[in-house]
């Protein structure tokens, strides 16, 4: 069974750009979230969707959004990069919804670097 | 959001020792994992756990969700140089997702 696959693997943006990151959930899961990863701040909760639906976001702005597919793959979108949004972004999927007692398998990432 | 406590933070042992390392918050959560993560990958989920009082094993590898619901410990029996990496404990409450900020493990052989 593949697992979860994200593209691309590695980028690098120009600050002002936006960037788009994709994820294909292992397949039969609907649940995706999305995670940012920095030394710093450790992993962080970006947003969770089932069913082509948002249902939870974490404390980041606007800037970040995201989509699902009928397929259940996924989209993240950054707009207006800065300097900050370098990070590892990890997209993670589930049979069920998050909180439903189930588990969430990771990608291996997309690494972002803003310039 | 209030990310979770793990400690330690790092820990140098000898190939054979055990490790012990944990996870505490001041919220109740209904799911704990565990998660390995290697330079430049993904995190890897190493156990997950679903009731209070539960323990599990996988290998050498132990962990058990608190009867309180509000922590969470991973046991590494044995080490090998190959159990290195950064292990994150996450947990799951409602529709919400908290970690820790890891515990980085070095192995000497």
């Known amino acids: 069974k593949a697992g979860v696959t994200q593209t691309p693997r590695y980028l690098i943006k120009t600050r002002g750009q936006q960037v788009t990151l994709s994820c294909s959930p292992i397949?039969?899961?609907?649940?995706v979230s999305w995670y940012q990863q920095t030394p710093g701040q450790g992993l962080q909760f970006l947003f969770e969707y089932f069913s082509e639906t948002q249902r939870n976001k974490g404390n980041f702005p606007g800037r970040f959004s995201g989509r699902q597919f009928s397929n259940s793959r996924s989209e993240m979108n950054v707009s207006t990069l800065e300097l900050g949004d370098s990070a590892l972004y990890l997209c993670?999927?589930?049979?069920?919804?998050?909180?439903?007692?189930?588990?969430?398998?990771f990608g291996e990432g997309s690494w972002l670097t803003v310039v | 959001g209030q990310q979770l406590n793990q400690s330690p933070q790092s820990m140098f042992i000898q190939e054979g020792e055990d490790v012990s390392m944990n996870c505490t918050s001041s919220?109740?959560?209904?799911?704990w994992l565990w998660y390995k993560q290697d330079p430049g990958e993904g995190p890897v989920l190493l156990i997950a756990l679903y009731k209070a009082g539960e323990l599990t094993s996988n290998g050498r590898l132990t962990a058990q969700f608190g009867i309180t619901r509000k922590d969470s410990f991973l046991n590494i029996s044995a080490s090998i140089p190959s159990d290195v990496g950064i292990y994150f404990c996450a947990g799951q409450r409602n529709n919400d997702m908290r970690f820790g900020a890891g515990t980085r493990l070095t192995v000497k052989p």
């Open positions: 993670a999927s589930s049979s069920t919804q998050l909180g439903l007692g189930n588990t969430i398998y």
């Open positions: 919220s109740i959560f209904n799911t």
């Open positions: 397949s039969g899961h609907r649940s």
